[in-house]
């Protein structure tokens, strides 16, 4: 055949040239441009086409040549696009199911009681979880040798060997952000303290090494005991409903003077008697007092004229009181299948 009809052949071809896979460009790459390919045959015999005929052989070469190379670049796009569409996002797919937390049941709780006492004016306090000495115990009127200084009860960072009051350790309890705000400001004072508490507790169902604790603290001119226990039950009536009565037993603090610990009617039976109360009808759930002289004065407040309360309470505890949640260890476990029986919590 002919070189021109070669050229012509070839031409003809490249209408019906398809190409739907990478692949398949590459082996019509192969077939027309690569070093065996058509192409390069057709300019190897060119050097034998008479010379009158080279001028215009060589131009119709050329035009095959951008010929080919155009349609099959034209393919390559079309093959291009196609993956493209393959690729692209069906965005009337229903979306992957997304896995959404769930606040914390001592968040839960720990909110609203907070809340409670934020619609009476109670502000927030918060304070350092390593403490000293003082703001844990000494400035609270704990006596040197009360127990609460022993190794057994307290988590010590650094324990001084001739002056207790030196040691530092892991707050017991939140009364240390009482003394540290009323070193910080003069009465009215009316705060609430949550925070993250740890006691040397072997860890059991019943017991941890640490918990979470809410303390109030008032204190102002001719705050009474009367202030307090009407405090007290209205927070136990918004907690646990309207008809929730409270009773107060004395106890024994060192902070506080007089002191009491607070029982709320059984929320199961509502006082009747059931085996969750122990068939007293009371639920025990805060210890509180009013605050002793001796406190108000260590933190430079004048107890000649300014009184106050406290009260402290066990978030875990009111947790459990609601929600029924049987061992303790649960709280800090973060099993999300425990959790998720929260969801409706909020
Ligand atoms: N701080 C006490 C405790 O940890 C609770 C308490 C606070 C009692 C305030 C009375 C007044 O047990």
């Known amino acids: 055949m002919a070189l021109l009809d070669k050229i012509e052949a070839i031409k003809a071809q490249m209408a019906s040239l398809q190409a739907d896979s990478e692949e398949a460009l590459e082996a019509l790459r192969i077939k027309y441009l690569s070093k065996k390919?058509?192409?390069?045959?057709?300019?190897?015999?060119?050097?034998?086409?008479?010379?009158?005929q080279k001028r215009e052989m060589g131009q119709r070469l050329n035009e095959l040549k951008t010929l080919?190379?155009?349609r099959i670049t034209t393919l390559r796009e079309g093959v291009a696009d196609k993956q493209k569409q393959s690729n692209q996002v069906d965005i009337t797919r229903p979306a992957y199911p997304q896995y959404v937390g769930t606040r914390h049941p001592l968040s839960v709780v720990r909110r609203q009681i907070i809340?409670?006492?934020?619609?009476?004016?109670?502000?927030?306090?918060?304070?350092?979880?390593?403490?000293?000495d003082w703001h844990v115990f000494s400035a609270l009127n704990f006596a040197a040798d009360h127990p609460a200084r022993d190794m057994q009860d307290t988590f010590f960072i650094e324990q001084n060997p001739t002056d207790v009051t030196r040691n530092i350790?892991?707050?017991?309890?939140?009364?240390?952000?009482?003394?540290?705000?009323?070193e910080r400001a003069q009465p009215p004072i009316r705060i609430i303290c949550p925070g993250r508490v740890f006691r040397n507790e072997a860890i059991t169902a019943r017991a941890h090494c640490f918990f979470h604790q809410?303390?109030?603290?008032?204190?102002?001119?001719?705050v009474s005991f009367a202030d307090l226990k009407q405090?007290?039950?209205?927070?136990?009536?918004?907690?646990?409903?309207?008809?929730?009565?409270?009773?107060?037993?004395?106890?024994?603090f060192p902070f506080t003077e007089p002191s009491a610990e607070m029982d709320v009617s059984c929320m199961l039976c509502g006082g009747k008697g059931c085996s969750f109360c122990k068939h007293t009808g009371w639920v025990e759930i805060l210890g509180c007092g009013m605050v002793d002289p001796n406190v108000?004065?260590?933190?430079?407040?004048?107890?000649?004229?300014?009184?106050?309360?406290?009260?402290?309470?066990?978030?875990?505890?009111?947790?459990?009181?609601?929600?029924?949640?049987?061992?303790?260890?649960?709280?800090?476990?973060?099993?999300?299948?425990?959790?998720?029986e929260f969801v409706s919590a909020h």
Do not use: W
């Open 37 to 52: 390919g058509e192409l390069t045959a057709l300019f190897a015999e060119f050097k034998d086409v008479p010379a009158e």
């Open 68 to 70: 080919v190379t155009e």
């Open 115 to 132: 809340d409670i006492f934020a619609r009476l004016g109670f502000t927030l306090a918060e304070g350092p979880e390593v403490e000293d």
């Open 169 to 182: 350790v892991l707050r017991s309890h939140t009364s240390s952000v009482q003394v540290r705000t009323m």
């Open 214 to 222: 809410i303390e109030g603290l008032y204190i102002d001119k001719n």
């Open 231 to 252: 405090v007290l039950l209205h927070f136990a009536r918004e907690l646990y409903g309207p008809e929730t009565q409270i009773r107060l037993r004395p106890s024994y």
């Open 296 to 340: 108000l004065e260590a933190c430079g407040i004048d107890s000649s004229v300014y009184s106050g309360y406290a009260f402290g309470l066990g978030i875990e505890r009111i947790t459990n009181l609601k929600y029924m949640v049987k061992d303790l260890r649960m709280f800090s476990e973060n099993d999300v299948r425990f959790l998720d």
